[in-house]
């Protein structure tokens, strides 16, 4: 695997490494000792997977927070999707600062989000799936999000949002 910075510190991009011949490739996607040297948290306690029928949906801005807070490797393993992380740790450097990286089965690339990061994603085509390696459960009470057109984040999303949760729509404005 290939790990590059993303700017943020504790959002990583990881790439494959194929060992390809005739029949095609092998890679490995997933490897505790190699993420553990990469300064990752290495920890799965819940694999998920995210099924999307229309391009423009939005999921997201998710984080958990203490005493779940989660760390993800997200990877889109059918169309593609514009992948979003927001740092919402204040005390750090890059506080509400972003990233963004278009995910896709054909790039094969994943996003490694360390906790405290809001991550949310926009399909850019009909029939995504989205993969996720949790490093902990889904927790009621601890889940905590943020608006996609939130101004003060300035996210720019490529197409029209055609599809939203009522809970994604109405999390609070960071203003409020």
């Known amino acids: 695997m290939i790990f590059s910075s993303t700017g943020l510190s504790g ?3 990881v790439d494959l490494e194929t060992r390809e011949d005739d029949r095609g490739f092998f890679a490995r996607t997933f490897d505790r000792e190699e993420f553990l040297s990469a300064g990752l ?3 799965v306690e819940q694999c998920s997977l995210s099924y999307n029928r229309r391009a423009g949906t939005v999921r997201g801005l998710h984080y958990q927070v203490a005493p779940a807070v989660e760390a993800k490797l ?3 393993t059918r169309g593609a999707v514009l992948d979003v992380v927001v740092d ?4 750090s450097p890059t506080y509400l600062q972003s990233f963004s990286v278009e995910l ?3 790039n094969r690339r994943a996003l490694h989000v360390s906790s405290m990061f809001a991550h949310g994603f926009q399909t850019l085509s ?3 799936e989205v993969g996720y390696q949790i490093s902990q459960a889904h927790t009621p009470g601890c889940e905590r999000g943020l608006r996609h057109d939130d101004p003060a984040l300035g996210l720019v999303w490529p197409l029209p949002v055609s599809v939203i949760s009522s809970r994604d729509a109405s999390w609070p404005f960071l203003a409020q």
Not at 88 to 91: F, L, M
């Open 11 to 13: 959002a990583t991009l």
């Open 41 to 43: 948290d290495p920890v």
């Open 74 to 76: 997200v990877r889109c």
């Open 88 to 91: 919402v740790r204040r005390d």
């Open 104 to 106: 896709t089965a054909d």
């Open 126 to 128: 009909d029939d995504v």
